[in-house]
T-cell receptor, first 112, second 112 residues
Framework: EAGVAQSPRYKIIEKRQSVAFWCNPI?????LYWYQQILGQGPKLLIQFQNNGVVDDSQLPKDRFSAERLKGVDSTLKIQPAKLEDSAVYLC??????????FGQGTRLTVV | ELKVEQNPLFLSMQEGKNYTIYCNYSTTSDRLYWYRQDPGKSLESLFV?????AVKQEGRLMASLDTKARLSTLHITAAVHDLSATYFC????????????FGTGTRLKVLA
């Protein structure tokens, strides 16, 4: 079974630039999550989708972050404009309607 | 708001020794997960605990859940160097939402 695919793996941008991350979940998984993991901390949930609807985005900084899930499958997370404090690993995870979440390799973002 | 705390944050132990990592959470939940993360890698699911009194074991690791005490433990028996990693617990925020809140993580280093 293929795992959660994310791209790119690494990205370096200057502050105030924009960036987008892509995630392809495990086939058939209804729930998709985006987490932000700052170095030395636990993952923090940014947004949760159920199929193509948003279940929870209470921790998403909506003035600069946006996310969508296309046709209930792939998802993109965008940051515009980026700030230095956005430097982190962005993890995508998916799960069946009931069950544990499986994580992708993550995208390491460095904002300079 | 659900808070998840782990202790200790850092643990350095000798090979062959036993130790326990604790995960406390602040609101009622009966679904808890343990993950392992190696440096620069994504999160790997270790255990799924779904009810009070649940106990799961895999090799030198054993996890348990006490929902009344809002406590989970991850016990390490006769540690080996390969267990060196960061361990996270994740708790479902509200029953049925499949929204997982991660703990702070415990960085384990097993010394040969």
């Amino acid at each position: 079974e293929a795992g959660v695919a994310q791209s790119p793996r690494y990205k370096i941008i200057e502050k105030r630039q924009s960036v987008a991350f892509w995630c392809n979940p495990i086939s058939g998984h209804a729930t998709l999550y985006w987490y932000q993991q700052i170095l030395g901390q636990g993952p923090k949930l940014l947004i949760q989708f159920q199929n193509n609807g948003v279940v929870d985005d209470s921790q998403l900084p909506k003035d600069r972050f946006s996310a969508e899930r296309l046709k209930g499958v792939d998802s993109t997370l965008k940051i515009q404009p980026a700030k230095l404090e956005d430097s982190a690993v962005y993890l995508c995870a998916s799960s069946p309607t009931w069950g544990e979440a499986f994580f992708g390799q993550g995208t390491r973002l460095t904002v300079v | 708001e659900l808070k998840v705390e782990q202790n200790p944050l850092f643990l350095s132990m000798q090979e062959g020794k036993n130790y326990t990592i604790y995960c406390n959470y602040s609101t009622t939940s009966d679904r808890l997960y343990w993950y392992r993360q190696d440096p620069g890698k994504s999160l790997e699911s270790l255990f799924v605990l779904l009810s009070n009194g649940a106990v799961k074991q895999e090799g030198r690791l054993m996890a348990s859940l006490d929902t009344k005490a809002r406590l989970s433990t991850l016990h390490i028996t006769a540690a080996v160097h390969d267990l060196s990693a960061t361990y996270f617990c994740a708790v479902e925020g509200t029953s049925g939402t499949y929204k997982y809140i991660f703990g702070t993580g415990t960085r384990l280093k097993v010394l040969a």
